[in-house]
């Protein structure tokens, strides 16, 4: 049977870059690996080479858990890698690639966990339905989206899910704290449009739409967003003063951010609705005002706060710019506390001592979002065991992404526990 370090290489082999030319081969992987432990997995396209791969493992209750991932990758330039973002070497103890961190070194933990569960005749407490996606890097229109609603009956009897984006080490003092995603913020991705009057560049402007633009998106990047404790976020900052031994002042959370270092990260961008300006077009020629001009803004917004932040962009904006929706997705949360939290936890702390599980409301967005539509509870939990000195979070996206060979086999023993019997 192929090592968690070996399914994670032979993942980030294949090429998923997203957009690109589709998942197939990776899923086809996947499909081959299921099938031979035995498993049926359900393999099948959106479109042509955006493939996603579903299976069921029975277990001892119908009461189903989803275990989902995706299979494609942003892009990457070689040219600014050590190694080749898609040779899945591994070197100094590390798998190196595009996707060893977002998500291929977790689904790797899956796939592996799976696999030495049939090869050792274990049965899993619950149901578990594993999917593998396409397109979460983009929109989730040929992955997820189009799972739950093209082929919902492959989700029936699943109440909670488990995904990318939580149960991670940090480390503090004598201490790993791990966080575990109870939600995240909503998506509001914007096409920002001002109309104005053509004319030329030497002439006085009538009304340059521009000029209009410019303004609206510096309004929009410069407004200071007040924050805003949700329950969960609320409880991290109460956990993290316990673990540290120190308060956390609530009237400076920027500073205590800052203050705390890595474990500020947990909560920096969480505290507060964001709008980021991301992209820009206007004009065909220097000398020629333009009739339009369009702009693209990621917004972001916490559970329970869509109607504060779009009421707010409007008015950052202005009468003269129109938006349309590119992507609008609701703020999902799971139950907190709750016992199954609780059994997420445990299973961190059976395989290491020093864990700390604490709470956590990712900033930016996962395929939780999809299945919450059909109601089903998104945890984010792949758990990693890392070494301090590595930038987990400088990982997603980034130049030179790795994963240590150790923090998956630690993840794959976490998952174990969970899903089996003592």
Same mark, same amino acid.
């Given at each position: ?52 791969? *579903? ?73 578990? *339905? ?17 799972a739950v609603t093209e082929h919902r009956d492959l989700f029936d009897g699943v109440t909670q899910a488990i995904s990318e984006s939580g149960g991670f080490s940090v480390t503090s003092g004598p201490s790993r704290v791990y966080p575990i995603a109870v939600g995240e913020r909503g998506t509001s991705w914007m096409k920002l449009t001002a109309h104005g009057v053509a004319g030329h560049g030497s002439r006085p402007a ?20 007040? *924050? ?195």
């Amino acid at each position: 049977m192929k090592s968690v370090a070996e399914i994670c290489s032979d993942l980030i082999r294949f090429d998923t870059t997203n957009p690109g030319s589709g998942e197939r081969p990776a899923a086809e992987y996947v499909a081959t690996l299921l099938a031979d432990a035995g498993l049926q997995p359900e393999v099948f396209e959106s479109a042509p080479h955006r493939t996603t791969v *579903v299976a069921r493992f029975e277990g001892d209750s119908s009461d189903a858990l989803l275990i989902h991932g995706h299979l494609d990758v942003v892009p990457a330039d070689p040219a600014e890698w050590e190694l080749h973002p898609f040779s899945g070497e591994i070197v100094d103890d590390c798998v190196y690639g595009r996707g060893a961190v977002d998500m291929k070194g977790s689904c790797a933990m899956t796939l592996a966990t799976v696999l030495g569960m049939r090869a050792r005749g274990l049965r899993p407490k619950r149901d578990l *339905v594993l999917a593998f996606l396409a397109d979460e890097e983009a929109t989730g229109d040929y992955g997820s989206r189009h799972a739950v609603t093209e082929h919902r009956d492959l989700f029936d009897g699943v109440t909670q899910a488990i995904s990318e984006s939580g149960g991670f080490s940090v480390t503090s003092g004598p201490s790993r704290v791990y966080p575990i995603a109870v939600g995240e913020r909503g998506t509001s991705w914007m096409k920002l449009t001002a109309h104005g009057v053509a004319g030329h560049g030497s002439r006085p402007a009538v009304d340059n739409p521009v000029a209009t633009l410019a303004h609206a998106l510096s309004r929009v990047a410069s407004h200071q967003w007040p *924050v805003r404790l949700t329950p969960s976020v609320a409880a991290l900052l109460r956990s993290l003063s316990e673990i540290t031994g120190q308060p956390i002042d609530l009237e400076r959370l920027d500073d205590e951010a800052d203050r705390l270092g890595a474990l500020g990260t947990l909560f920096e961008g969480q505290i507060r609705n964001s709008a980021n300006p991301t992209m820009l077009s206007a004009g065909y020629k220097v000398n020629v005002v333009p009739s339009s001009a369009e702009a693209h803004v990621d917004g972001r917004y916490l559970p329970g706060l869509q109607e504060e932040f779009l009421s707010t962009i409007d008015e950052l904006l202005g009468p003269k710019i129109t938006r349309e929706f590119v992507n609008l997705e609701d703020a999902p949360s799971a139950l907190y506390p709750s016992s199954f939290f609780d059994e997420l936890g445990a299973a961190l702390v059976a395989e290491d001592p020093l864990a700390r599980p604490v709470p956590y409301v990712m900033s930016g967005g996962t395929d939780a979002k999809s299945f919450a539509r059909i109601g089903i509870e998104g945890y984010g939990f792949a758990p990693l065991m890392l070494r301090p000195d590595l930038d987990y979070f400088g990982m997603f996206h980034g130049k030179d992404e790795r994963v240590p060979v150790e923090g998956l086999e630690f993840g794959t023993r976490v998952l174990t526990r969970l899903l089996t019997h003592p």
